[in-house]
């Protein structure tokens, strides 16, 4: 599912929602509001788990570009848009890198009040939790997010630094072994301190990569746009949904669920169980998340 969209998409989730034909298992048709419900993720919250129930968020083309001039937002589709929202509105934070918080200029993570007010009363947050993971801190000031005096946010990160005071209300989870950042203690501070039972990560591909070589991510969910973008990076490969170390062996899927809405796909995955670290940390790049 895409990344951010435009003040005029949010208000546009108040207009009668696309419906979305149910494949697998099949039914009837619904709204991405039902769908996301029927998910019922808090129910899939491990008792006495050391983290949270972690699911990436993604939007492919069928090319397999991530991207579309530097942004995920050409890709999707109405109806993508309108399961991106509400799977944020069913999760207790929601998770997203640096360069991604940047380049898709993130704002607040609920904008609609009627949306807030839902998630009240089925006993979660007004919204969820916005975190940030960054190596070195380089968010400016005026990022949508840090300038919105109700968000709440918390920057993962290995550093001992600190942002310039801003607006938004700012936490820290600082996390670090060898000089890196460690994503099992930081995803275990977040579900102890901060209560954080089920988390929605949307990226980009290098964090992504990080939580699956870590093995903290239970489910993936895949928009998959008809579309062909074609091209590549100053590397000669385009950016796919993940990046960064090459696992030791492919990571087996299992399919869960599949919608359809407009010729996209919309699949979820159930991420198979395998060694809790896929790769030794000498391979992990430790720049991946330095932003």
Avoid: W
Wanted: charge should be negative.
């Amino acid at each position: 599912m895409s990344a951010q969209d435009s003040p005029s998409d949010q208000a546009a989730t108040h207009a009668p929602g696309a419906l979305f034909k149910r494949l697998l298992p099949p039914g009837e048709p619904a709204d991405a509001v039902q769908i996301a419900d029927g998910l019922d993720l808090q129910a899939r919250v491990r008792a006495g788990g050391e983290r949270p129930y972690v699911i990436l968020n993604m939007a492919s083309t069928v090319d397999g570009r991530a991207s579309i001039g530097g942004r995920s937002g050409a890709i999707g589709d109405r109806a993508d848009r309108e399961l991106f929202h509400a799977l944020r509105a069913s999760v207790d934070a929601v998770m997203a890198g640096a360069g991604t918080v940047r380049v898709e200029r993130y704002g607040r993570i609920i904008p609609d009040a009627q949306t807030r007010r839902r998630r009240v009363s089925r006993g979660l947050s007004e919204e969820p939790l916005a975190c940030i993971v960054s190596g070195r801190l380089s968010l400016a000031p005026d990022t949508p997010l840090l300038a919105e005096p109700a968000a709440r946010v918390v920057v993962v990160t290995p550093s001992g630094s600190s942002l310039p005071e801003t607006p938004a209300q700012l936490d820290y989870v600082r996390a670090s072994r060898d000089g890196v950042l460690d994503l099992p203690a930081a995803m275990a501070e977040l579900s102890g301190r901060f209560a954080v039972r089920t988390l929605l990560c949307e990226g980009g591909p290098h964090l992504n990569g990080q939580l699956l070589l870590a093995g903290m991510v239970d489910e993936l969910f895949l928009s998959f746009s008809p579309k062909l973008a074609g091209g590549e990076d100053a590397t000669g490969e385009a950016l796919r949904i993940i990046a960064g170390a090459q696992f030791r062996e492919p990571l087996a899927l299992e399919l869960l669920g599949a919608l359809e809405s407009g010729s996209t796909l919309f699949l979820r995955y159930g991420v198979c169980a395998s060694a809790p670290e896929r790769v030794s940390r000498e391979t992990m790049p430790s720049s991946s998340l330095a932003s």
